[in-house]
C-alpha cells in the first residue's frame, strides 16, 4: 500500500511559539490531504481539507488563522500551529488519498504528538 | 453521513474469532461501509470495506446485513496484535474524495 510520513512524530513547544509538522506522501502523488486531531481517549475529528495548489478548506469550529495549511505540492502538505497554547496540545495525523488504484481508501501517517507546555 | 453504532469496548482470547459489531441503520443505498483500526500511538490503518456483499482480504472478513443496516468485522484468528480500536465508519463524499469521518469505535483487547 501507499505510505504516509509525518515528521516530527512528537514535539514539545512552549507556549506562543510555532509549531510546523509536515505530512509528506512517500511514493504516490496526492492532490488531496487532510488533517485530523485527535485528543486522550477521544476519536479523530477532521481539521481541514488540505488540496494542492488552493486554500485549504476548514471543518466548522476550527480556526484557519491558527491552523495555517499549506499544500504546496503533490507529496508534501504543512499544517503549522501557531501560537500554540497548552489547550492544542494533542495527536495530529495526516491523510492522503484516495489513489486511482486504491480508489475507495485513505492511507494515514502515523501521527505527531504535540505537547504544548 | 449516516452515523454507526458500536460497542464501546470488547475483549477476545488469543486465537479465536472476534466478531465486532456495527449499526448503520441510517446507510443510503450508495454509501460503503468502511473499517479502519487503530493502535495506540499510531495513524489508523484501512482494514476492508464493502457495499452489499460480504468481502474477506488477508486481515479480515466482513458481513454486511441484507438490509445494510448492520454489518459485522470478523478477525478470524486474533493475535494480541490485534489489540486496537476499531471504526465502522461510511463514506463522506467531498469532490469526488472519500473522508472517513470517524465516531468512537470499538476497543477491543486481546487476551493470552
Known amino acids: 500500500g501507499a505510505v504516509v510520513s509525518q515528521h516530527p512524530s512528537r514535539v514539545i513547544c512552549k507556549s506562543g511559539t510555532s509549531v510546523k509538522i509536515e505530512c509528506r506522501s512517500l511514493?504516490?502523488?496526492?492532490?488531496?490531504m487532510f488533517w485530523y486531531r485527535q485528543f486522550p481517549k477521544k476519536s479523530l475529528m477532521l481539521m481541514a481539507t488540505?488540496?494542492?495548489?488552493?486554500?485549504?478548506?476548514?471543518e466548522q469550529g476550527v480556526e484557519k488563522d491558527k491552523f495555517l495549511i499549506n499544500h504546496a505540492s503533490l507529496t508534501l502538505s504543512t499544517l503549522t500551529v501557531t501560537s500554540a497554547h497548552p489547550e492544542d496540545s494533542s495527536f495530529y495525523i495526516c491523510?492522503?488519498?484516495?489513489?486511482?488504484?486504491?480508489?475507495?481508501?485513505?492511507?494515514f501517517g502515523p501521527g505527531t504528538r504535540l505537547t504544548v507546555l | 453521513d449516516a452515523k454507526t453504532t458500536q460497542p464501546t469496548s470488547m475483549d477476545c482470547a488469543e486465537g479465536r474469532a472476534a466478531n465486532l459489531p456495527c449499526n448503520h441503520s441510517?446507510?443510503?443505498?450508495?454509501?460503503?461501509v468502511y473499517w479502519y483500526r487503530q493502535i495506540h500511538s499510531q495513524g489508523p490503518q484501512y482494514i476492508i470495506h464493502?457495499?452489499?456483499n460480504n468481502e474477506t482480504n488477508e486481515m479480515a472478513s466482513l458481513i454486511i446485513t441484507e438490509d445494510r443496516k448492520s454489518s459485522t468485522l470478523i478477525l478470524p484468528h486474533a493475535t494480541l496484535r490485534d489489540t486496537a480500536v476499531y471504526y465502522c465508519?461510511?463514506?463522506?463524499?467531498?469532490?469526488?474524495?472519500?473522508?472517513?469521518?470517524f465516531g468512537r469505535g470499538t476497543s477491543l483487547i486481546v487476551h493470552p
Open positions: 491523510s492522503a488519498g484516495p489513489l486511482a488504484e486504491h480508489y475507495n481508501e485513505q492511507f
Open positions: 511514493d504516490f502523488q496526492a492532490t488531496t
Open positions: 488540505s488540496n494542492e495548489g488552493s486554500k485549504a478548506t476548514y
Open positions: 441510517t446507510i443510503s443505498g450508495n454509501e460503503y
Open positions: 464493502g457495499l452489499k
Open positions: 465508519i461510511v463514506k463522506k463524499q467531498w469532490g469526488g474524495s472519500y473522508i472517513p469521518t
